[in-house]
């Protein structure tokens, strides 16, 4: 079947692509590479993939190309659900006989409640999909298909029998032809990345268990099933070839550095391929691997420290205690590794006083930047139940977004407002920035390079932004 793979257009800016780990607005223009929508289409035939966001396709745009397909795969997520089924809607009213089907973890968590809040959707494949969608562009009877949900003849909803998860990584193909073929590469914006970059997963799944987090609750599951090192690297020698342009490469596995002999063998290839990289990684690393990785092309690591307090470590199962995560932090500055550091305010136990402890503990780390997130109780996610379950999580506010896809602050408790979390975002930007230390290594960085300097007064246009948009839909 001819496919469509699509992000479909939503808010302005949005950042909705299942890279993402919070389908938000960004403070700064940000988009992530669709990697769970191109991974499908590397394996089917005929497949053409629109990522709309980011390229600033607007609907009309795609609705002119509806007939040019019998089927079409959209990814959708909680806070995009409503907009993508419109998407939908109006690309069948353009031709009726086109099939429409789901992806993501929003439909992967609740397939029957997806298609019954759908009717104008034919499917939806559940969790590691992307097998299910090469079955159903195949052609193959939709009784058949491992992982599929879908309406019969008679309009009834159908559950069909698991699929089994997917064991063999290397027997994907390689992501990047499909960038290449489908995207413009200097359209994803990622602030603590070079750019332009380039982003591939060299597994799935993460041992952790943190409690809010999305994707291995959901679709990737708890165990790190990985390509072998010389199928990442034969990628990467790919990309080089077809991507000159390219100033880093990034690992978007969970957490990279959870196998570390692999990430190290990893390192030590790239290294003989004289690129820059980056990747996921837990605070935890130890100095020796740090080493081994920096001496290789390593130049920074994203890290979620989330809180500075050890009780809502303990809460979230983060598994991680303040003290390493220190000594971590002090390691990658000495090495000469950049940090992105990323903290989320309204964990469960979060308090006046723990909002204050993580501000200070983020100005002690100092990662180079970072990124302060609201909890987002995603369904399918411990959180969420657990929100439930003890009346944090209102239904005036279990959106996620706003109208303008800017994300809210959907957990209150007893001693804490929605509204009191959602201003300890920007007090918490504003305390960690506008430092004179802070201010002066940006300073620095803009005049020792004339490219950044014109980044950041972009980036730093966007932030302030930014904050008075939210500011002002929080007033509203």
Not at 101 to 122: R, W
Request: neutral net charge; proline residues 5%.
């Amino acid at each position: 079947m001819r496919t469509l793979f699509l992000q479909a257009p939503s808010f302005d800016g949005f950042d909705g692509g299942a890279g993402s780990r919070y389908q938000a607005r960004r403070e700064i223009a940000s988009f992530w590479y669709p990697t769970w929508l191109a991974q499908p289409a590397a394996l089917v035939e005929n497949s053409k993939l629109i990522d709309a966001p980011p390229h600033k396709t607007k609907l009309a745009e795609v609705v002119a190309q509806a007939k040019d397909f019998d089927l079409v795969v959209v990814h959708t997520s909680v806070p995009s659900f409503a907009s993508d089924v419109k998407c939908i809607e109006a690309l069948k009213a353009a031709n009726p006989s086109l099939k429409a089907g789901l992806i993501g973890a929003k439909v992967a968590v609740d397939a029957d409640g997806s298609l019954k809040n759908a009717p104008v959707v034919d499917f939806v494949a559940r969790n590691e999909f992307d097998f299910t969608i090469k079955d159903v562009a195949d052609g193959k009877d939709w009784k058949d298909i491992l992982g599929l949900s879908y309406r019969d003849a008679n309009g009834n909803i159908q559950h069909n029998e698991e699929r089994p998860i997917l064991e063999n990584m290397d027997s994907l193909p390689f992501v990047s032809p499909i960038y290449k073929r489908d995207l413009k590469i200097e359209n994803y914006f990622i602030g603590y990345l070079k750019h332009p970059y380039i982003s591939i997963y060299t597994g799935r799944g993460c041992k952790s268990r943190c409690t809010f987090c999305l994707w291995p609750q959901t679709v990737g599951g708890h165990r790190y099933r990985t390509r072998s090192v010389g199928h990442v690297i034969e990628e990467i020698k790919w990309c080089k070839e077809n991507f000159p342009q390219v100033q880093e490469y990034f690992f978007d596995d969970d957490t990279f550095t959870d196998d570390l002999p692999r990430a190290e063998a990893i390192a030590k290839e790239l290294g003989k391929l004289g690129v820059t990289w980056s990747c996921n990684a837990k605070a935890n690393v130890p100095r020796a691997s740090l080493k081994v990785m920096r001496d290789n092309g390593l130049r920074l690591l994203l890290v979620g420290y989330e809180s500075g307090n050890q009780q809502i470590l303990h809460n979230i199962k983060k598994g991680m205690r303040v003290e390493v995560a220190k000594q971590f932090a002090k390691d990658c500055r000495e090495l000469g590794i950049a940090v992105h550091g990323t903290f989320i305010m309204g964990l469960p136990g979060e308090t006046r006083e723990t909002i204050k402890e993580t501000i200070e503990f983020a100005k002690e780390v100092n990662p180079h930047t970072l990124q302060v997130s609201l909890a987002a109780p995603y369904p399918g996610t411990f959180l969420y139940n657990e929100a439930l379950e003890n009346g944090w999580l209102d239904s005036a506010n279990a959106e996620l977004v706003d109208e303008n896809g800017v994300q809210i602050a959907p957990l209150h408790y007893p001693d804490l407002s929605h509204k009191e979390i959602f201003d300890a975002v920007e007090t918490f930007y504003r305390q960690f920035y506008f430092r004179p230390r802070k201010i002066g290594a940006i300073v620095n960085e803009m005049v020792r390079d004339r490219a950044m300097m014109k980044r950041r007064l972009r980036e730093g246009v966007e932030f302030f932004q930014f904050l008075r948009e939210r500011k002002q839909g929080a007033q509203c």
